[in-house]
């Protein structure tokens, strides 16, 4: 329950932007090659450097880093890329942010849609190793990060549909997704650390999720376009992958108000990633409309590239959305800062 705490305004940015398993560049949509996996970090010092500035000039308050194969971990090395930084110098980022005013989370997405990073025990969800991999990871990442108040564990998009272009399709179903996701929720608590997951599994099975999701997993249901209309519908069908023998309908921005409906805490997270202008400001509005102060902890923006000069000017746009959200928050409030 957000009683004390001031909102969040954050920033999700990559270290490592290996979300995708090999599959073979000529088959993967141009769009989102920049997250196809590679043996090296695609990262630009500088650009970092300057976001961080921008983010601290324009008043943003958190961070959330993308880690997955970008440091060298000493209790798995084998899964870091080329030139991915050693645990020292993550600290000593780390504690640049904190100095310039930004709260760094950790990010390691455990989804098989997106755990490229994790290298050879992608391959093997769910087996003995697996988990202890997964647990060794969590455990060192909370240190490196001295006890953070949050761990963003990922777990969107685990679908078949969503893996259309790789060559080994993984996806968990019924008691072993929730399984192995009870498994990680416990390796955060058991570090005094909170989890904080994508939402997008409430979408495919609300009656599941609202059943066994725990209440003190921190929720962040997304949408990257304009319109925030809870009628809004995604058509999901994809018997190849699938099986499906009809269309579902997915109502992403019903979730919204379905979670706030069941009393979950929620950081809302828009993004530029569709270069939309307003999508980050009407979900800040949704957002004031909808959910109730107390568990309203914030925003989280989104640009889904990766941190190099190619993509500088997509980054400092998003930015400048969450700067301008926040202002036009703040002048609303006679008694916050402008």
């Not at 990559?14 to 043996?39: E, I, K, M, V, Y």
């Not at 780390?94 to 098989?112: C, H, M, Q, V, Y």
């Not at 949050?150 to 549909?161: I, P, Q, S």
């Not at 009656?207 to 929720?219: G, I, N, R």
């Amino acid at each position: 329950m957000n009683t004390r705490q001031p909102l969040i305004w954050g920033n999700l940015v990559h270290l490592s932007t290996n979300l995708w398993a090999d599959c073979g560049l000529q088959n993967f949509p141009r769009a989102a090659r920049d997250r196809h996996w590679q043996p090296y970090l695609r990262f630009d010092e500088n650009l970092w450097r300057e976001m961080v500035c921008a983010m601290t000039r324009a008043g943003l308050n958190m961070i959330v880093i993308d880690l997955g194969d970008g440091v060298r971990y000493q209790s798995h090395p084998e899964i870091a890329v080329k030139k991915a930084w050693s645990p020292a110098r993550l600290r000593r980022e780390l504690k640049k942010l904190r100095d310039a005013g930004l709260e760094p989370i950790p990010k390691l997405n455990f989804s098989t849609a997106h755990d490229a990073w994790l290298g050879p025990y992608a391959g093997i969800v769910s087996s003995k190793t697996y988990y202890q991999v997964c647990r060794d990871l969590i455990a060192e990442v909370t240190d490196l990060f001295g006890g953070p108040r949050f761990f963003h564990l990922g777990m969107d998009e685990e679908t078949a549909v969503n893996q259309n272009y790789s060559r080994l399709l993984i996806v968990r179903q019924f008691d072993l997704w929730w399984h192995d996701l009870c498994f990680l929720f416990d390796q955060v608590r058991r570090n005094g650390v909170r989890p904080w997951i994508w939402s997008d599994y409430e979408w495919y099975h609300p009656e599941e999720f609202y059943k066994h999701m725990p209440k003190d997993v921190l929720q962040s249901n997304w949408w990257y376009y304009n319109k925030l209309n809870p009628q809004t519908t995604l058509i999901r069908c994809n018997p190849q992958y699938d099986n499906m023998t009809k269309p579902m309908k997915l109502k992403p921005v019903q979730a919204y108000l379905d979670l706030e409906a069941h009393g979950y805490d929620q950081i809302l997270t828009g993004g530029n990633t569709s270069a939309c202008s307003d999508n980050f400001q009407a979900t800040v509005d949704f957002a004031l409309r909808h959910i109730a102060p107390k568990r309203l902890y914030g925003f989280l923006m989104t640009t889904w590239r990766s941190t190099q000069p190619k993509h500088r000017k997509r980054h400092f746009d998003a930015i400048d959305q969450v700067s301008q959200a926040m202002r036009r928050y703040y002048r609303s409030k006679t008694d916050g800062p402008i």
